[in-house]
T-cell receptor
Framework: KAGVTQTPRYLIKTRGQQVTLSCSPI?????VSWYQQTPGQGLQFLFE???????NKGNFPGRFSGRQFSNSRSEMNVSTLELGDSALYLC???????????FGDGTRLSIL | SQKIEQNSEALNIQEGKTATLTCNYT??????LQWYRQDPGRGPVFLLL?????KEKRKERLKVTFDTTLKQSLFHITASQPADSATYLC?????????FGKGTSLLVTP
């Protein structure tokens, strides 16, 4: 069974730009969550989607948004990028929303 | 506010010894707690889930305890090996979100 796939693996952007990150969950998994990981703050929850509905959102500004498609694939978007948005963005899928999460290896976003 | 605390100091132990990592939490009433392992540059990998009505759970060399009165979970790796060197994260649910501690780095030396 293929794991969670995130694209791209690395991305360099400049302040003020916007970015879209993509996540393909494990086949059959309908729950997809996104996280931001930084050395200072650790792993922080961004949002969770299930059957195209956002069920939970973390404490992040409105510049961070996401969506899920009917095939469970998900994208997250960050607009008006700031230097502080530099981080590893991780996607995770789950067969049981209250069970183990299966993570991709993330997208490393660097803001110049 | 909800907090999950893990020892921020790295844990260095000798091969063959038992490593014990701690996860303390406040303002949670979790139905379960999870432990993950993360290697540099990789996403976390799920290790164990323990439910509130379970005191202890084992998987091969791993053992997790869960004390809802103390609001603490202990994660043990017995007969540790250099390959066990990684960062270990505990996680607690909050609605459909999973909140993580900042992790404890474990280094096992030969």
């Amino acid at each position: 069974k293929a794991g969670v796939t995130q694209t791209p693996r690395y991305l360099i952007k400049t302040r003020g730009q916007q970015v879209t990150l993509s996540c393909s969950p494990i086949s059959g998994h309908r729950s997809v969550s996104w996280y931001q990981q930084t050395p200072g703050q650790g792993l922080q929850f961004l949002f969770e989607y299930f059957s195209e509905t956002q069920r939970n959102k973390g404490n992040f500004p409105g510049r961070f948004s996401g969506r899920q498609f009917s095939n469970s694939r998900s994208e997250m978007n960050v607009s008006t990028l700031e230097l502080g948005d530099s981080a590893l963005y991780l996607c995770a899928s789950a067969g049981d929303p209250l069970g183990p999460q299966h993570f991709g290896d993330g997208t490393r976003l660097s803001i110049l | 506010s909800q907090k999950i605390e893990q020892n921020s100091e790295a844990l260095n132990i000798q091969e063959g010894k038992t490593a014990t990592l701690t996860c303390n939490y406040t303002n949670y009433s979790p139905a379960y707690l999870q432990w993950y392992r993360q290697d540099p540059g990789r996403g976390p990998v799920f290790l164990l889930l323990i439910r509130e009505n379970e005191k202890e759970k084992r998987k091969e060399r791993l053992k997790v305890t869960f004390d809802t009165t103390l609001k603490q979970s202990l994660f043990h790796i017995t007969a540790s090996q250099p390959a066990d060197s990684a960062t270990y994260l505990c996680a607690l649910p909050s609605g459909y979100a999973l909140n993580f501690g900042k992790g404890t780095s474990l280094l096992v030396t030969p």
